[in-house]
């Protein structure tokens, strides 16, 4: 049997690096003698984050257009161009039998090219509504994989498959962890514990919230696990406390969610798809800071199924408390939430997409 090779191109942010180191090591398990290679934007994280899963990558000078005048976006048309001319040439060297994009401008121009080249490509979608790279790339493509339902306004429907997004196998079993958990970050059994995440490098808006909030939680008796990101350590790290626990990174995710008794966090596509399959009461408090606002369309997929909580930002100062307070007291409210937005999740994601990438293979 000839050796399978692949292309994996997405980038720019965590949420589209992940699902694909997360859908590559899948297909290596099935085809432990294929060959990758990643394709990613020179100077984003995913230079550094996939050879550190063990995969080689190659760049490309690509960014997306900015929302104002600048002198990037004047760059934009000559970048564009020498990305699709370096992704034919990878393209014709490495000769994959499939490329796959997980979102991101770098993978526009790779699968872009593949198409060109009459190589199969699929699409990979994180979110409940699409960006722009993969709605144009979807025309061509043979088959796109997406995590919400309703996705068929925006991609042809016979060729679009729900499947979920890739989330990490330790999540799976966090349930069983719970006292390992409790003593790993030397909390007290007999407490409720709070989880603030706001992503790899913080949340400004969910940071301030919970420094204003301190007090207030601890009358609440809750014990806080407080993810401030690696931007805002420093400046919230003396906050910490003995029922407060300010953090910038957990590298135990399977552990603190383990923990956790109640969330607050940002609604990525990829946390979503975690807490889905975590099924603890979460209040989502979207970033209103991304293309096409795509977190509050993703948290709304959950609420509107009484799956979750939305505070806007804009609405934290006069609600966070009174909503807060009535999800910890209301053991009903709590029981519903677990139930509904456990339905929503799709814990064999990984394996079906690449069961559709095998279906695509020459």
Not at 263 to 271: E, K, N, P, T, Y
């Amino acid at each position: 049997m000839s050796i399978k090779k692949f292309i994996i191109s997405g980038g720019g942010t965590g949420g589209h690096i992940y699902p694909a180191i997360a859908i590559a090591n899948e297909l290596k398990n099935k085809f432990p003698d294929a060959e990758f290679l990643f394709v990613g934007a020179k100077d984003k994280m995913e230079m550094q984050k996939v050879p550190q899963a063990g995969y080689e990558i190659k760049g490309l000078w690509i960014a997306g257009l900015q929302r104002k005048l600048t002198l990037k976006n004047a760059l934009f048309p000559l970048k564009l161009l020498s990305s699709l001319w370096k992704s034919f040439f990878i393209l014709r060297e490495f000769k994959p039998n499939v490329v796959i994009g997980t979102g991101g401008f770098a993978s526009g121009a790779v699968l872009k090219m593949a198409n060109v080249l009459n190589i199969p490509t699929l699409v990979q979608e994180q979110n409940s509504y699409p960006g722009i790279t993969n709605k144009l790339l979807a025309k061509k493509a043979n088959s796109i994989c997406v995590a919400y339902e309703n996705l068929e306004r925006f991609f042809p429907k016979d060729k679009t498959k729900l499947t979920g997004n890739p989330v990490r196998q330790d999540l799976m079993s966090v349930a069983s962890k719970r006292e390992e958990a409790i003593e790993y970050f030397n909390l007290n059994k007999d407490k409720k514990t709070l989880l603030v995440l706001g992503g790899s490098l913080g949340a400004r808006r969910i940071n301030q919230l919970i420094a204003k909030e301190i007090d207030f939680l601890a009358k609440c008796e809750v014990q806080v696990i407080w993810q401030c990101g690696k931007l805002y350590h420093e400046q919230y790290q003396n906050l910490s406390a003995a029922n407060v626990q300010v953090v910038s990174f957990i590298d135990r995710m399977d552990l603190v969610y383990a923990a956790a008794d109640f969330i607050i966090s940002r609604s990525g596509a990829s946390s979503v798809s975690e807490l889905c399959i975590i099924g603890k009461p979460t209040i989502f408090i979207p970033s209103p800071n991304v293309a096409e606002d795509h977190q509050t369309k993703n948290a709304n997929a959950i609420c509107d199924k009484n799956g979750a909580i939305l505070i806007k930002e804009s609405n934290l100062d006069n609600y966070f408390e009174a909503i807060f307070e009535e999800l910890i007291s209301d053991e009903e409210k709590q029981m519903k939430l677990r139930t509904n937005i456990k339905k929503l999740a799709l814990p064999n994601a990984t394996k079906d997409i690449v069961d559709e990438i095998v279906k695509l293979l020459k």
